[in-house]
């Protein structure tokens, strides 16, 4: 039986700035419905759009009366509800999704969410690892995929050090892919390298359309994977191929101006997707290829900083001041009530 009725959470019943909206304390224990499983966390992983959520960027409104946040995290099975097989308590596992459209997040020492949220973590990889995977690894495989094949094709992964674009290297990659990116610094080309790019451009002393035929005997590549489309819009014509894809899964501003003759012109492909509304086929094609590079030890991670439930203040202000930029941002959960 399951037995907790407490746990430790860090949630806000307003937004505003991380340290003075932010309160640690005990809150029940959620109980499972038909279909859900309870989580046990060890850790919780923070993501810009928690910290866009938690700030007002997205709306000032509180869509519950207090939200436990982020979406991602890791630990094991402590309970299941009617319908799930029991077999499944204490299994290891990293979840997504936990708390879009709900109340309840993993900066909690306990989530209750849908079975199929919660995925078989193989017994040697770390809840650190788990944990970085639901928004960062999942958003990097649609970006990847979501417009066919890159097999063959040169792909450009802007901020390749990041959360996000760590994972799109490897993916593309994997997929056959010849992989450039641009980085901001010699620690993330380093970064980079690891992840596995062929070819590493630092935009801050560099040409990048100049790098980008110097590097490839070409001027143009066949897919750019974009972090912020706000920085990088001016970029795309000198860049991008005919008949290419621009795929954007984020901006620094919402309003972005681009060139929309050149792209008509050039019969560019401009994709944008929500990564918590993935279609069931892409969601499935992600949790796949994932869970089967993580069996084979072929999927590398980067920890950009790590935070007790105490400092989650802290670890909101890292990703805001962009820390996420070199990694992912986590916070680690108590076994205990302190």
Same mark, same amino acid.
């Given at each position: ?21 932010? /309160? ?13 499983? /309870? ?14 959520? %938690? ?7 509180? $869509?519950?009366?207090? /939200?436990?946040?982020?979406?991602? *995290?890791? *630990?094991?099975?402590? =309970?299941? !509800? ?5 077999? %499944? ?38 809840? @650190? ?8 690894? #999942? ?9 066919? &094949? ?11 050090? !990041? +959360? ?5 290297? #490897?993916?593309?990659?994997?997929? *056959? ?6 980085? &901001? ?5 380093? +970064?980079? %390298? ?46 991008? =191929?005919?008949? !290419?894809?621009?795929?954007?899964? *984020? ?27 993935? $279609?069931?086929? =892409? ?13 084979? %030890? ?15 203040? @802290? ?16 916070? #680690? ?6």
């Amino acid at each position: 039986m399951f037995e907790p009725r407490e746990m430790l959470a860090a949630f806000y019943e307003r937004k505003g700035r991380a340290r003075d909206v932010f /309160v640690v304390a005990t809150l029940p224990v959620p109980r499972p419905r038909p279909h859900d499983v /309870v989580v046990r966390l060890a850790v919780s992983g923070v993501n810009p759009s928690d910290v866009k959520s %938690r700030n007002g960027r997205i709306s000032m409104e509180m $869509p519950f009366p207090y /939200v436990i946040p982020h979406s991602d *995290g890791a *630990g094991v099975i402590a =309970a299941v !509800g009617a319908g799930v097989d029991a077999h %499944r308590v204490g299994d290891r596992v990293w979840v997504y999704n936990a708390q879009w459209q709900r109340p309840h997040g993993t900066a909690a020492q306990y989530v209750v969410l849908p079975a199929s949220q919660a995925v078989r973590l193989p017994d040697d990889v770390d809840f @650190e690892t788990g944990a970085c995977l639901g928004i960062p690894a #999942q958003t990097a495989h649609r970006a990847v995929h979501i417009d066919g &094949s890159v097999a063959g094709k040169t792909v450009l992964v802007t901020g390749g050090a !990041g +959360a996000v674009g760590r994972y799109a290297i #490897q993916f593309a990659k994997a997929a *056959g892919a010849s992989v450039l990116t641009t980085v &901001s610094s010699a620690a993330k080309a380093d +970064a980079a %390298r690891h992840a596995g790019a062929d070819v590493i451009i630092d935009y801050t002393t560099e040409d990048v359309a100049a790098s980008i035929r110097a590097a490839t005997g070409r001027s143009h590549v066949d897919r750019v994977i974009e972090v912020d489309m706000a920085a990088n819009a001016g970029l795309y014509p000198s860049i991008i =191929a005919k008949g !290419g894809t621009i795929v954007c899964y *984020g901006s620094g501003v919402d309003d972005v101006a681009l060139p929309v003759r050149m792209f008509r012109q050039s019969d560019v492909t401009l994709r944008f997707f929500l990564v918590y509304q993935l $279609p069931l086929a =892409a969601r499935r094609a992600a949790i796949s290829d994932i869970s089967k590079m993580l069996k084979q %030890r072929a999927l590398s991670h980067a920890i950009a900083a790590r935070f007790p439930i105490a400092g989650i203040a @802290e670890a909101h202000d890292a990703v805001e001041a962009g820390l996420a930029s070199g990694g992912n941002v986590v916070v #680690q959960l108590p076994e205990q009530i302190p």
